[in-house]
């Protein structure tokens, strides 16, 4: 749980704050704090009745004080009782857009490098391959480090028991047919993650079109919704944070978790 926030030096000259009565402001300044709670909230309020509680007022004048700010979109309501403050995640994102930008390019250029040595080592001859494998990586960074390492493991697994296949095997005969079928068991690895490149790398692009720039975090949690969701909910998940003006990927896995029960 935060123990602290973010709060804008901004806020002094920002005409919306600044023309609030003072109750009003102290009001926004409480409920930043709340939504601070939680790390991984995207902003999402309490629920009216505990807020309530929490600072000692009415329900009735609590909710007048939130349909009064939703009116300068300090907070907005995106579904009955379910109050968000407005842009919270964004503002409270602990990197500034150029440092994000540097980090996530070390981030992906060591992970390639890494990823490339590896390669080489293990099948010698078939630079070309590997090259051709991440090229698409470079145009949209779409690869999940977790969902590789597992990929890498699948592949290791077939390797590692055609290999005994061929240890056993009595002939010539045998070992082509054991060559063919690690070869039918690359292959079908591959398509799988060429497959889910393309469609993690459309989820990339809807995000940053509808939503924001992208981070290595929500890159990984892109790639790991794309393992558990179908392709056209997350689509249609982000079109409904978007409609809701809640744009944060907390608030579309929530959609998705939702829609899954």
Known sequence: ????????????????????????????????????????????????????????????????????????????????????VTHFAERQDADTTAERVAKHRNSVAKHHKTSNDNETKRY???????????????????????EEDKDKEVE??????????????????????????????????????SEKQTQIGAVFREYESNIGPLTPIIAEKIGDLVDHYPRDWISAAIREAVAHEARNLKYVEAILKRWKR
């Open 1 to 84: 749980m935060r123990t602290w926030i973010k709060l804008h030096i901004e806020i002094l000259e920002d005409p919306k704050m600044g023309r609030l009565p003072d109750r009003l402001f102290r009001r926004a300044i409480e409920l930043f704090l709340m939504a601070g709670k939680n790390d991984n909230n995207g902003g999402v309020l309490p629920p009216v009745e505990d807020i309530a509680w929490l600072l000692r007022v009415g329900e009735s004048d609590l909710l007048d004080d939130l349909q009064k700010l939703q009116e300068v979109n300090i907070v907005h309501e995106t579904e009955p009782g379910v109050w968000v």
């Open 156 to 193: 290791e697994e077939s390797e590692s028991e055609a290999e005994a296949e061929i240890a056993a095997g009595a002939g010539a005969t045998n070992n082509r047919h054991v060559s063919e079928q690690i070869t039918t068991q690359k292959t079908a690895v591959q398509d799988t993650e």
């Open 124 to 146: 010698g001859s078939c630079n070309d391959d590997v090259t051709k494998r991440y090229n698409s990586c470079n145009e949209v960074e779409t690869k999940s480090y977790v």
